[in-house]
């Protein structure tokens, strides 16, 4: 039997309207064989949670230009192990600072690609990373 | 980012160069090209300022009148903006560019569950006239231009413009504002859209129907290819998708029962200067071109100064990398030459931190002195369009003008731009050539600087912009003061105004300025929208 696809809720949280990097992810991770569900822009985290819950997702992917990535991502995370989902691969994109990947990694965020990072890596990263891989 | 695709043999010699726009550029020109276009002066370029002002708008160009630099400025409260504002005037700035934050930009108050977060993080905050009243104190509003960032409020904005100028005491006819005000672009691009396309579309036609009868200096509309461009587009794309959202502006008016003669000629653009240096050039030499062609063409304009295309030519947001960020630097001056080069009017300048965060003071003053220096030391401003009549740059010229046709032919065939961009036809297409730039930059088919290319060293951390979380208290307790002293009655009344007036589709900028007035803040303004028009749906892309 065919393996099922890897598939990817990839979300827009606040506000931000940049979607161009979310939407070339999305491109790329398509190519490499993955089913990527994109949430379209200004969701909450509530609902991207919903989301996620409902396509049964293996991974949630954030992408956050704002600057308010810590905050987005303490709800997140807080939200998914309220609702038993914490199995979930959880990655982040976008305008992240050196100093700020130890917080994320410490609240569980796995993967963290700030910009300018390879789609290879990205895509490797979740085959590797991806629950039941 | 916006460089051309180069084919090279074994030993490094460039085979075939093909810039964004799909043009081929030969390695050498001669008088042959000229003729086989059929070039002719008069036709294809005129004496500058003469239709089709192909070489400038202004007969003399930078000689009689240097150009207008509008930097991006606006952060934290109204408070820290104001000092900014202050700051950049006084080291030589002309204008200004407000930068606004989310909340504000999306319609949504300080104290929204929606603004969490985001108070002040990218721009001013602004949630009343008070606001505006702290913003824009001891700066002269007869004098002093105003970029206002801002698109699916801008409504809004522009009459709460006009309001804190009535209060300072100046008259509504001598204020200059240039509301960004162009939601059709948001759409394929930048993301801050709220109501649907049709009454977002009708909004913009009430700014520049009440502009055209109150506002005789404001420029209601600032069309912008530019984001459409950061989005993934190509340069042709930039040029003709603006004019494509142009022209449904112009038919909403126009379908109002007024003549485009009496409008036209206060649009303005915001265009991309980024990528390649001629194709830059050329892109604006075809646009200030075409543009007086088809509003005569189309519209039947007649009065020469209403066929000048406009506006703020400069950015470069997508050149600049985090990568080597002081690159960037240099990047911003060759970016501004090509701003130079092409005859903008008004020009802004990527500070070399923006790809990280919001431009610090000093890169900001670096981004201004990079424009003196070109103007005042190296000779920019000593003759018109200085590249007009060279081999090349004529038959790029009128390439450029062909592959623009082109795509506007496309998004003809679609039915025009309002439905071209309901159905999300620009939006695949921009983020398919966002994809493919981006793949072709990962596997070193185009080149680029410090970050597939000459990577060794001097990278720097990203600093981000602090956030202070002190904006946010500071400006829900001068709401929560605000609401307690305004005059409530007078603020329900205005708003119920409102609402009868959006509902029986009227001008509602009368009513926005009566609701600026009473201090009913931007939330409860936008939410009266929301109520009447919904809310837009993204139409599904992949």
Not at chain 1, 101 to 111: D, F, N, S, T, Y
């Amino acid at each position: 039997m065919a393996e099922r696809k890897i598939r990817v809720l990839l979300a827009k949280p606040g506000l931000d309207g940049h979607d161009r990097g979310a939407k070339v992810v999305a491109h790329a991770m398509r190519e490499a064989g993955m089913e990527v569900i994109y949430t379209g822009l200004h969701q909450t985290v509530a609902s991207i949670v919903n989301q996620a819950l409902q396509e049964d997702v293996d991974v949630i992917g954030l992408s956050i230009m704002s600057g308010a990535h810590i905050p987005i991502c303490t709800k997140l995370m807080d939200m998914i192990k309220e609702q038993g989902i914490d199995n979930k691969l959880v990655a982040v994109g976008g305008v992240i600072p050196n100093r700020d990947i130890p917080a994320l990694k410490e609240m569980g965020v796995q993967g963290i690609f700030p910009g300018g990072s390879y789609f290879t890596d990205i895509v490797e990263f979740i085959q590797k990373h991806a629950p039941g891989r | 980012m916006g460089v051309a695709t180069y084919i090279k043999d074994e030993k490094d010699a460039i085979k075939e160069v093909v810039l964004q726009s799909g043009i081929k550029v030969k390695p050498v020109y001669t008088p042959n090209d000229l003729e086989d276009i059929g070039f002719d002066y008069q036709k294809d370029l005129g004496d500058p300022g003469e239709f089709p002002f192909t070489r400038s708008i202004h007969p003399l160009g930078f000689r009689s009148r240097n150009w207008t630099t509008r930097q991006y400025t606006g952060f934290g409260t109204p408070e820290e903006t104001n000092e900014r504002f202050k700051l950049m005037i006084s080291h030589g700035q002309t204008g200004l560019n407000v930068a606004f934050d989310l909340p504000t930009q999306m319609g949504y108050d300080s104290d929204d569950e929606m603004a969490e977060g985001e108070v002040g993080r990218v721009g001013m905050a602004v949630d009343s006239l008070r606001d505006f009243e702290i913003a824009f104190k001891d700066i002269q509003l007869n004098r002093i231009g105003s970029g206002l960032t801002i698109n699916a409020v801008a409504s809004v904005m522009l009459a709460m413009y006009q309001s804190v100028a009535e209060g300072f005491g100046y008259q509504k006819a001598e204020i200059s504002a240039t509301p960004q005000n162009d939601i059709l672009k948001e759409m394929v691009g930048r993301g801050a859209w709220i109501y649907p396309v049709e009454p977002a579309v009708r909004l913009i036609g009430d700014t520049i129907e009440y502009a055209m009868k109150e506002l005789p200096r404001c420029n209601p509309v600032s069309v912008c290819g530019y984001h459409i461009r950061e989005s993934g587009c190509t340069p042709a794309q930039e040029i003709s998708y603006a004019f494509m959202i142009a022209f449904a502006y112009i038919d909403n008016v126009i379908a109002r029962g007024h003549s485009a003669e009496d409008f036209v000629g206060r649009f303005s653009f915001n265009l991309n200067v980024y990528g390649n240096l001629w194709e830059t050039v050329a892109k604006f030499r075809a646009a200030r071109k075409l543009w007086a062609r088809l509003l005569r063409e189309r519209y039947g304009v007649r009065d020469e100064k209403a066929l000048f295309l406009r506006g703020i030519f400069g950015g470069g947001g997508s050149g600049m990398t985090k990568q080597q960020p002081e690159n960037n630097i240099m990047r911003g001056a060759y970016y501004a030459l090509a701003a130079a080069l092409s005859g903008a009017q008004t020009t802004a300048l990527c500070s070399f931190d923006e790809a990280y965060t919001i431009p610090t003071e000093r890169a900001a003053l670096l981004s201004l002195r990079t424009f003196q220096i070109l103007m005042d030391e190296i000779g920019l401003r000593d003759t018109v369009d200085p590249l007009a009549g060279s081999y090349f740059m004529e038959t790029l010229t009128r390439q450029m003008e062909e592959k623009i046709l082109e795509e506007m032919e496309k998004v003809e065939k679609m039915g025009g731009m309002v439905e071209a961009v309901a159905t999300g036809y620009i939006q695949r297409e921009v983020g398919r050539q966002a994809y493919e730039f981006e793949r072709k930059l990962q596997s070193g088919e185009i080149t680029k600087v410090g970050v597939n290319k000459y990577t060794e060293g001097v990278d720097m951390e990203v600093e981000l912009h602090e956030y202070n979380d002190e904006w946010a208290r500071l400006q829900i307790d001068r709401l929560r003061k605000l609401k307690q002293e305004r005059d409530s009655h007078a603020v329900s009344q205005s708003l119920k105004a409102l609402e009868q007036t959006a509902r029986q589709k009227k001008n509602v900028m009368p009513c926005l300025v009566d609701c600026c007035k009473s201090y009913a803040t931007v939330g409860e303004m936008a939410n009266v929208f929301r109520d009447v028009f919904g809310e837009y749906k993204e139409p599904g892309i992949f």
